[in-house]
């Protein structure tokens, strides 16, 4: 069965730190989607960054960072040089391909804090 | 511009009467999708819709309906049925039907609340 954990229910952080928060994946699809959602104080979740299971490069954009490995079913994500506007809850998703469960299963989430 | 808009984004029920929370998209995606959101929880689904007049459960159905007459519209009902009802539910569609391959776009979501 599928399942996304994040273990890292709250983190705090002072701003200019970097921070990484941890994903950690369960599945037995081959092919499978990995994504990051942002949740800001408003409320709807914006999408940051999509994966799919054959491409394990690293990405960046600007100040995000994220490190997918399928050996240890892994996909976390590193902002550098955190800032306030960074505070929210961050959402990791998965979609299966095979399972006809056409949807996202998403983790817990981690809300990050950053102090200024 | 192109999004999802719920409404109302606050709703207060009495316990024991039906209320129907409105979800439309205007970006011409086939597939939409209700979460329910609870504190410690992340998001759970509701049901979800591939195609015009077809819908699935989701992982939480019980107490929920649903409908999808239009593509741009996806409401979702909050029976009597349902135990627990208070909670933020998050709309969201995403281009085709089948796996979830590319992004969803999220509705800012509606805060009910049984009173």
Not at chain 2, 6 to 27: A, D, H, I, M
């Amino acid at each position: 069965a599928q399942k996304v954990t994040q273990a890292q229910t709250e983190i705090s952080v002072v701003e200019k730190e970097d921070v990484t928060l941890d994903c950690v994946y369960e599945t037995r699809d081959t092919t499978y989607y990995l994504f990051w959602y942002k949740q800001p104080p408003s409320g709807e979740l914006v999408f940051l960054i999509r994966r799919n299971s054959f491409d394990e490069q690293n990405e960046i954009s600007g100040r995000y960072s994220w490190n997918f490995q399928k050996s240890t079913s892994s996909f976390n994500f590193t902002i550098t040089a955190s800032q306030v506007v960074d505070s929210a809850v961050y959402f990791c998703a998965l979609s299966e391909s095979l399972t006809g469960a056409n949807n996202l299963f998403f983790g817990t989430g981690t809300r990050l804090t950053v102090i200024p | 511009d192109g999004g999802i808009t719920q409404s109302p984004k606050y709703l207060f029920r009495k316990e024991g009467q039906n209320v129907t929370l409105s979800c439309e998209q205007n970006l011409n995606h086939d597939a939409m999708y209700w979460y329910r959101q609870d504190p410690g929880q992340g998001l759970r689904l509701i049901y979800y819709s591939q195609i015009v007049n077809d819908f699935q459960k989701g992982d939480i159905a019980e107490g929920y309906s649903v409908s999808r007459e239009k593509k741009e519209s996806f409401p979702l009902t909050v029976t009597s049925a349902q135990k627990n009802p208070t909670a933020f539910y998050l709309c969201a569609s995403s281009i085709g039907a089948g796996p979830v391959n590319t992004e969803a776009f999220f509705g800012q979501g509606t805060r009910l609340t049984v009173v």
